[in-house]
């Protein structure tokens, strides 16, 4: 079993800045991939950001150029820094693990910006 604990988020005004971090723990393999995914009220979940452990990254289409993710393997941390932020990055943020075929979910941290 792998545990996630997020922190950061809240609230910030457009064009600012938050940054969030997720930090995994348990029985954790060396080759794996973690992210962050997005849930806007009336949405689909939507992809953030995936980095493996190679630092391999995949952005969303709508957060390209804005936000960056990073990793720590010996810590087993994900950090997000979101840049330039949108009213329509508002939504729950939830980090994501993936490794031995299972994936692994936060409990989700509201993002919202105000226009």
């Known amino acids: 079993q792998v545990q996630l604990v997020e922190s950061g988020g809240g609230l910030v005004q457009s064009g600012g800045s938050l940054r969030l971090s997720c930090k995994a723990s348990?029985?954790?393999?060396?080759?794996?991939?973690m992210g962050w995914y997005r849930r806007a009220p009336g949405k689909q979940r939507e992809l953030v950001v995936t980095?493996?452990?190679?630092?391999?990254?995949k952005y969303g289409d709508s957060v390209k150029g804005r936000f960056t993710a990073s990793r720590d393997n010996a810590k087993s941390t994900v950090d997000l820094q979101m840049d330039s932020l949108k009213p329509e990055d508002t939504a729950v943020y939830y980090c994501y693990f993936f490794h031995a075929m299972r994936e692994y979910w936060g409990q989700g941290t509201q993002v919202t910006v105000s226009s």
């Open positions: 980095i493996n452990n190679g630092g391999s990254t």
């Open positions: 348990g029985s954790i393999l060396s080759i794996n991939t």
